[in-house]
């Protein structure tokens, strides 16, 4: 269905956390956001998920869905190796 739009597909690796906006831009930023509180159980963890998604800002998920291509380029340069 895809070909038939004129869409063409790009290859990903089965696991490439360098090249997932996923990995890359939505976990990190979790991960930093985790990292400026304190929770004390997980209750509170899952409490306050819904405040980081809110903290992201209108460009936060375009800016990080535009920046593949970017990283693609630092992949090949690197031979492949993993970068952050």
Known sequence: ??????????????????LSPTDYHVFQAL????HQKVHL?????ENDFPEFLNSCGQDFYP??????????KKCV?????YFN
Not at 77 to 81: C, E, F, Q, T, V
């Open 31 to 34: 991960e930093l956001y985790i």
């Open 41 to 45: 159980d997980e209750i509170s963890l």
């Open 1 to 18: 269905m895809l070909k038939e739009l004129g869409v063409n597909l790009i290859p990903h690796p089965a696991y490439s956390p360098d």
């Open 63 to 72: 800016s990080g869905m535009n920046s593949p291509a970017e990283r693609w």
């Open 77 to 81: 340069l690197s031979s492949g190796a």
